[in-house]
């Protein structure tokens, strides 16, 4: 059903031209109040007995219109008329001709009317032979390019969005700018957003090998940026790593991961550190969202995994540790290691265990941990008295700070000890960050 939603003056012949040229089935008019309300011009009684009302110039049934009035002076109280009006037409092709009326009357319906995809704002139009008004009967219906005062305003609310690095939230305003009605000015940078947004919201959720194919489409399908040619191999190198931890497990099983990987790791004892870095990237988003919680969580799983990562270059996994490995410690240590093997027979060490064992097994980074344990033993309470840990409390912004400093302090003086990590040219200072501009523009 079409349905027409007009602003009253004091004039009907505007009104009906654009009557009897869009044909609705259905008509609201918004009128002003008050003594000289304009809604005689609709039914009347008109003023002046030579001039016939809307009704009697269009011959609309008057069972199929609906009459409001609001105060002529206020655009407030008219935009949310209007809107209320005009959210009730879900479903029906809605047309908004806010040609006549007071200003407040005419811009309170026009912005309103900017508010719905299926509501499309009318203007009529026509030659003027003077600044009093445009003439009736040479007037025409003007549909007004509503798409780009939507996209000027929705671009606004995208780049927010990506300044604070929520991709998701980023590519669903170029949705729904996109719903409106795109504008062929504006299709390729919806086209690059899009594109772009959902290689960068998979990349945040850890789906490297996803985002590495919509970043790879992105590239083939511009002019070369450079910037988004570097993210692509890096998230494809992240791919790869990733792949090559999971090789031969259940989880690569599971996960489908075995095929569709587009980066071999040539050397993955010395690029093993990169999703390290990346996850300490993810915590700082988190942070910046003000998710202390959840970024220390992340933060506590890169350290983690940077032990875990040097371990397994010797051969050992943390989930099953065997006593060939304890037997080149200590007494002292071998013993206290023993005692956590479990009835299965499985030796499961975490975070701290494995430091402590890479201390044991003479290795640069078991030494840096000599020197740092303390304060990060300090820093990770703040993760396990946590919500998402075993406690209650709140992690606040100082908590993660420290925390965040205690861990880049600490992996960065490994990545200097390490002869296999130190021969990387990237390292957690110079680990690039995800977007937060529009930098897939060229």
């Avoid at 998979?202 to 970043?215: G, I, K, Q, T, V």
């Avoid at 083939?220 to 993210?231: D, H």
């Avoid at 030494?367 to 919500?387: E, F, M, P, T």
């Amino acid at each position: 059903m079409n349905i027409l939603v007009m602003s009253v003056g004091g004039d009907a012949k505007p009104l009906a031209l654009s009557i009897n040229e869009m044909k609705p089935d259905f008509i609201h008019f918004i009128c002003s109040s008050g003594q000289q309300s304009s809604r005689t011009t609709i039914e009347g009684p008109s003023k002046d007995k030579n001039q016939p009302t809307v009704l009697e110039l269009t011959g609309f049934p008057k069972e199929r219109i609906s009459i409001v009035e609001a105060d002529p002076d206020d655009p407030d109280e008219v935009y949310r008329l209007a809107r209320d009006i005009i959210a009730g037409c879900d479903g029906h092709q809605v047309y908004a001709d806010y040609t006549a009326g007071t200003k407040s009357l005419s811009s309170g319906l026009f912005l309103a009317a900017l508010e719905f995809d299926y509501c499309q704002p009318i203007l009529m139009k026509g030659p003027r032979a003077d600044l009093v008004k445009v003439t009736g009967d040479r007037s025409r219906v003007y549909r007004i390019n509503r798409y780009n005062i939507v996209f000027a305003r929705f671009r606004k609310t995208f780049e927010d969005l990506l300044g604070r690095q929520e991709y998701g939230g980023a590519r669903d305003i170029v949705r729904m700018i996109s719903r409106i009605g795109a504008d062929k000015y504006h299709e390729v940078f919806l086209d690059r957003a899009l594109l772009a947004m959902n290689a960068f919201d998979l990349w945040d959720r850890f789906e490297y090998s996803r985002a590495w194919e919509e970043l790879d489409y992105f590239v083939r399908s511009y002019r070369r940026n450079q910037q988004m040619i570097e993210y692509k191999i890096t998230a494809g190198r992240l791919a790869g790593i990733v792949h090559w931890l999971k090789k031969g497990t259940a989880d690569a099983v599971s996960s489908g991961d075995e095929a569709n990987v587009p980066y071999t790791v040539a050397d993955p004892w010395k690029e093993a550190p990169l999703p390290v870095y990346d996850l300490i990237r993810n915590a700082e988003r988190r942070a910046r969202m003000e998710r202390y919680d959840d970024a220390v969580s992340r933060l506590y799983r890169a350290a983690e995994l940077y032990a875990q990562f040097a371990l397994r270059r010797l051969g050992i996994f943390t989930a099953d540790v065997m006593k060939e490995t304890l037997a080149r410690l200590s007494a002292e240590q071998r013993e206290r290691l023993e005692r956590k093997r479990g009835e299965d027979g499985r030796l499961a060490i975490g975070l701290f265990e494995s430091y402590e064992l890479l201390g044991g097994l003479g290795e640069p980074i078991g030494r840096v941990w000599g020197k740092h344990k303390a304060r990060i033993n300090d820093v990770i309470q703040y993760r396990n008295l946590s919500w998402l840990a075993h406690g209650y409390r709140p992690v606040t912004r100082q908590d993660y700070e420290r925390f965040r400093a205690a861990l880049t302090d600490f992996i960065g003086e490994c990545d200097e000890a390490d002869p296999h990590f130190s021969k990387n040219k990237v390292r957690l200072n110079t680990y690039p960050d995800l977007p937060n501009t529009v930098c897939f523009m060229d």
